[in-house]
């Protein structure tokens, strides 16, 4: 079964400082992986995710995240930290045994100081 | 704005009462998905339709749950017999194809509190 663990339930940063937002995956087959975030009374967003090919997936709002497979991680970052950022974050794996469904981490909440 | 939306938004209900949730997908997005998410948890898979077949449930959906997509469009999680255990926030996503790297748009979920 596909799973991912996300490091850290809580994460602050500076208006302006690097975002890091650790994930790491298990998987027996290659992982199709997805970073979400979720803003207040919102939806789940997509912000991005890899499938095949570049390791390195930008996506909306500044975000970037690295599949390392010899790391079985997929972090997400952002070199400067808006305000605007502050919400929860959801990394996610493909389930292939279950329609591919997601399963997600428990999430880290990003908080950004003024 | 056609996105995913879900009624109602947020749902109280005393133990033991039934509630029936509704999920109106993306137009033409033949997969739905149902989520339960809880305080401080990410989001757990249930149930998912492809077109109007219900293909898998999650261990999670107890024979007190059951979820229908009639005509292949709406859907609708019913449960019965609620108890406390059921406080949580109910997601609906929709998707169209059906392979691994479909991405998945999410609704903004029916928040459930039971008494």
């Known amino acids: 079964a596909q799973s991912v663990t996300q490091l850290g339930s809580h994460v602050s940063v500076s208006e302006g400082a690097l975002v890091l937002l650790r994930c790491n995956y298990s998987s027996s087959v290659p992982p199709y992986l997805f970073w979400y975030v979720q803003y207040p009374n919102q939806g789940l967003q997509l912000l991005l995710k890899y499938t095949t090919g570049a390791t390195l997936v930008k996506g909306i709002n500044g975000f970037e995240a690295e599949f390392k497979k010899s790391e079985t991680s997929f972090h997400l970052t952002k070199p400067s930290a808006h305000m605007s950022d502050a919400a929860e974050y959801f990394c996610a794996v493909s389930a292939q045994s279950s329609g591919y469904a997601l399963n997600f981490g428990k999430g880290t909440s990003l908080l950004v100081t003024p | 704005d056609t996105g995913v939306s879900q009624n109602p938004r947020h749902k109280i209900t005393k133990r033991g009462q039934n509630v029936t949730f509704r999920c109106d997908p993306i137009?033409?997005?033949?997969?739905l998905y149902w989520y339960r998410q809880t305080l401080g948890q990410g989001p757990e898979f249930l149930t998912y339709f492809q077109n109007e077949a219900q293909l898998e449930k999650s261990r999670l959906l107890s024979d007190r749950f059951s979820a229908e997509r009639p005509k292949g469009s709406f859907s609708t999680l019913e449960i019965q017999r609620t108890e406390q255990g059921d406080s949580a926030m109910y997601l609906c996503?929709?998707?169209?194809?059906?392979?691994?790297?479909?991405?998945?748009?999410f609704g903004p979920g029916t928040r459930l509190t039971v008494l």
């Open positions: 996503a929709s998707s169209y194809g059906g392979g691994t790297t479909d991405t998945q748009y």
């Open positions: 137009s033409e997005h033949n997969r």
